[in-house]
């Protein structure tokens, strides 16, 4: 082969590269593979969310400041443990005196007639929020309020409904006296009255109970209420992952019509949090008692006693299910955190009622298990689903804004 022909062939394969390479084609394979990259890069859509990630979003970004927020606000969940789902709105001023005063005043109804309107203020006498008073004004109407008996006799084939109306005003004064202890007193006035039940579906309770069964029936009350509290938090955060709470009240209830319902209820409630894993993985153990003593025995109004069963004691059984002078509950949850602002929980609650306080021990505890979900933040639970099963009264979901302990 000539130097000519050699030489125009060389040429030809320079001018045929410089043409891929203004063409834009690789020449090597580092050059392909950075073009590739560049390509896919161009070609990436926006990242779209689930709706279980939108979900979250909005209950973190929208709903939980709506429900915080001073001025309107929206007031969403229940009004008691058998009220069902409650909405209303209300109006709230935390700098009301001097920046330092509190007001909080809303109304609320729910699915089954149900509804409260209440009144709260609140004013610091010291620096800090050492020393706070507090006034309240409470009015409700109650019309399909569950009752199956008082003791732990019970029978849910007794099933019936009252109505409970009444109104309550009261103050009391609070002390931080350290930085995780506090106590309070007060005094309280309420006059409620119980009638007929409105439930469509269930009797009435005159039809199934009398005043010896169902003491305090058909009758208007009036007690004034002295009460005080020692409480001992520190729990991290308010939803806690770590710490504890440790609570006890007393309240002597004296009645103001004459009557031989004067008596006294001591609650104590105590709840533990370990935490694990960063603190997404969180256990926590409540333990809670309540008992009465009667100035006559047998004459503390049934709808005053302590109950269990709902969305927040024994959530395997219906709404104040158990009734009785005295009341014992153990609650457990493994809470672990899904994604930011989402929990999954595994529980079981334990717990009876007595007439006799000496019968309050571990022996013959009513139980229930299950799983649930929570939507939450630092400082609080914003709403929860329970799904609990493995009671003598079947399985139960409860839908529910707010937490349990």
């Keep these: 082969m000539s130097n000519v022909v050699i030489v125009a062939i060389v040429c030809a394969l320079a001018a045929g590269a410089a043409a891929a390479q203004g063409a834009g084609e690789p020449v090597t394979r580092t050059e392909l593979l950075r073009q590739q990259r560049e390509e896919k890069a161009r070609q990436v859509e926006p990242y779209e969310q689930n709706k279980l990630e ?22 969403l969940g229940s009004l008691t443990t058998g009220s069902g789902f409650a909405y209303g709105a209300g109006f709230r001023d935390r ?27 609140g004013y610091p006498l010291a620096p800090g929020d050492r020393v706070l008073v507090q006034g309240h004004l409470h009015t409700f109407s109650y019309p399909a309020e569950e009752f199956f008996g008082v003791g732990p006799a019970s029978r849910r084939v007794d099933q019936a409904a009252y109505d409970l109306d009444g109104v309550v005003a009261g103050v009391q004064v609070g002390v931080q006296a350290a930085k995780p202890f506090s106590i309070g007193a007060g005094v309280e006035y309420t006059q409620p ?8 579906t269930l009797r009435s309770i005159e039809d199934v109970f009398g005043t010896s069964t169902a003491p305090g029936l058909r009758r208007e ?3 004034s209420r002295v009460l005080g ?29 004459g009557g031989s319902e ?25 333990l809670r008692l309540s008992t009465t003593d009667a100035d006559e025995p047998g004459q503390i109004p049934f709808f005053l006693l302590p ?38 929980a595994l529980f079981v609650d334990a717990g009876k009622v007595a007439d006799r306080r000496r019968d309050l021990n571990f022996r013959d505890l009513e139980r229930d298990y299950g799983f649930g979900f929570r939507l939450n933040t630092d400082n609080g639970v914003i709403a929860r689903v329970d799904a609990a099963f493995g009671s003598r009264d079947g399985k139960h979901l409860h839908v529910v804004f707010g937490g349990i302990f």
């Design 54 to 75: 939108w979900a979250m979003h909005l209950g973190e970004e929208r709903l939980v400041p709506l429900l915080q927020r001073d001025g309107i606000y929206a007031r």
């Design 95 to 121: 700098a009301l005196v001097r920046g330092r005063g509190v007001l909080d005043l809303w109304a609320a109804g729910s699915l089954k007639k149900y509804w409260t309107i209440d009144a709260r203020a």
């Design 193 to 200: 009255t119980v009638g007929p039940g409105g439930s469509d």
């Design 221 to 223: 009350h009036a007690f």
């Design 229 to 257: 509290h020692l409480t001992y938090d520190f729990r991290q955060p308010v939803n806690a992952r770590k710490g504890g709470y440790y609570r006890l009240d007393v309240s002597r209830y004296h009645d103001r019509r």
């Design 262 to 286: 004067t008596f006294t209820r001591t609650d104590l409630d105590l709840r533990q949090f370990v935490s694990v894993l960063a603190e997404r993985r969180v256990f926590a153990a409540r």
């Design 307 to 344: 109950t269990l069963g709902g969305n927040d004691t024994l959530r395997g059984f219906r709404a104040q299910r158990f009734r009785g002078a005295h009341a014992i509950l153990l609650q457990g949850e493994y809470r672990f955190e899904i994604w930011s602002a989402l929990e999954a």
